[in-house]
């Protein structure tokens, strides 16, 4: 049966690699960052300002609009690329990582987990065949199985969760009808190499459009992160996409190059740039709150290509910050996002001439 989706690896640099994945709203150039829309909304940027600054895939949030405003109106107003007036490629989570973080307000079985919601306190079921229903009206191009997010220290937790995971896989894989979304597996086992072995081996064998690699950045370290990844790493198909979910500061996403990863999602540019803060291309943050920039007429980033950086100075974002100006959320966002967005396309361009690992080795953590 043919299908949209379809994966090419052009070019490989050590583990570093570089592809092109077709969907049915366009295709992504990998490796490659998503700013993450968790309400189908990058905040404080528009979607034309997200195509301006480059980038090509966004990620929304099944549990947050499955509360709010609810996947049938979403479906009613004609899917999300037409509700967020987006038309590039969109990538819908589970809802998995929201429904667990919940803790208390979270009660988990074999048949699914029943929370009450962080809104109302109104009590939902989700299970992995109303997960893959809910994200078929919401109607991403991507879509996620629903999985279990364990502490990653836990082993005996960690193997439950990852059993569930496989389980609940195969359920959602029974239940997905649309033919115009790619449904990911998830590999989990917290930072355990043998659980972490076998669930991408499972993941693999499902032979989903793409594998997401899940329970990472949830309060592991860097090198326990990495460890991982050069577990799963060779036990993965090279021939489809491998996701590594919710990672996304400078030194992850070239780290995760390094370590075979293709696609990338996080709420930390847009959270910074709320925050006053701004990312550099070479390396560490600015905070523009700081009165040392009152007048400075710098660019937040010389090398920075950004609309933010060509068209403003250091002083004038102090300004609006101290004057609680929204605009400074938008415009910290947009050099945020950009930074991101494109070093990954810079990792790509490395990797197609043979120099990913030579221009990135001060920033590789081996």
């Given at each position: 049966?043919?299908?949209p ?5 052009e070019?490989q640099?050590g ?10 709203h366009?295709e992504?150039?990998?490796p ?9 909304t990058?905040k404080?940027?528009t979607?034309?300002q997200l195509?301006?600054l480059?980038?090509?895939?966004v990620l ?5 609009l499955?509360?709010r405003?609810?996947?049938d109106?979403?479906a009613e ?9 987006w038309q590039?490629?969109i990538l819908?989570d ?7 973080s919940?803790?208390e ?8 987990v029943?929370f ?7 009590t ?13 009206q919401?109607g991403a ?11 990653p220290y ?9 059993q569930r ?13 649309r ?11 917290g930072?355990h ?9 499972f993941?693999a ?24 990844l ?7 198909p090279?021939d ?5 979910m919710?990672?996304g500061?400078p ?5 995760g190059?390094?370590r ?5 999602d ?5 959270r910074?740039g709320?925050?006053?803060?701004a ?6 943050r600015l905070?523009?709150k700081?009165?040392?920039f ?9 090398a920075c290509?950004c609309y933010?950086c ?6 004038y974002?102090r300004h ?9 959320a938008?415009?910290?966002s947009i050099h ?5 967005v ?9 990797i ?8 990135y080795?001060h920033l590789l953590?081996?």
């Amino acid at each position: 049966m043919s299908t949209p989706f379809q994966f090419t690896l052009e070019a490989q640099d050590g583990r570093a690699r570089a592809g092109r994945f077709t969907t049915p709203h366009g295709e992504l150039l990998t490796p490659v960052f998503a700013p993450v829309g968790t309400a189908a909304t990058v905040k404080a940027v528009t979607p034309g300002q997200l195509a301006d600054l480059g980038a090509s895939l966004v990620l929304s949030n099944t549990y947050h609009l499955y509360l709010r405003p609810g996947a049938d109106l979403v479906a009613e107003m004609g899917g999300l690329h037409e509700f967020m007036q987006w038309q590039g490629p969109i990538l819908t989570d589970s809802g998995g990582f929201q429904v667990f973080s919940l803790g208390e307000k979270s009660k988990i079985t074999d048949e699914g987990v029943t929370f009450r919601s962080h809104i109302d306190g109104s009590t939902h079921h989700f299970t992995p065949e109303s997960a893959v229903q809910i994200q078929e009206q919401l109607g991403a191009d991507i879509i996620m199985a629903f999985d279990e997010c364990a502490d990653p220290y836990d082993a005996a937790y960690s193997q439950r969760a990852m059993q569930r995971t496989h389980d609940w896989l195969v359920r959602c894989l029974q239940a997905k009808r649309r033919g115009d979304q790619a449904l990911f597996g998830i590999v989990q086992g917290g930072v355990h190499p043998d659980l972490r072995a076998r669930s991408a081996e499972f993941v693999a064998a499902q032979n989903t459009p793409g594998i997401a690699i899940g329970g990472l950045s949830v309060g592991e370290t860097k090198d326990e992160m990495h460890d991982m990844l050069e577990v799963v790493d060779p036990l993965l198909p090279e021939d489809r996409p491998r996701y590594l979910m919710g990672v996304g500061t400078p030194e992850d996403l070239i780290n995760g190059v390094a370590r075979g990863v293709d696609i990338f999602d996080c709420v930390l540019p847009t959270r910074m740039g709320r925050n006053h803060s701004a990312l550099l291309q070479r390396g560490g943050r600015l905070n523009l709150k700081n009165a040392t920039f009152a007048r400075d007429e710098a660019p937040i980033d010389a090398a920075c290509d950004c609309y933010t950086c060509r068209t403003f100075t250091r002083a004038y974002l102090r300004h609006l910050i101290s004057a609680k100006e929204m605009l400074s959320a938008t415009l910290l966002s947009i050099h945020n996002l950009y930074a991101l967005v494109d070093l990954a396309k810079a990792m790509r361009a490395a990797i197609l001439v043979g120099r990913f690992e030579e221009e990135y080795a001060h920033l590789l953590v081996r």
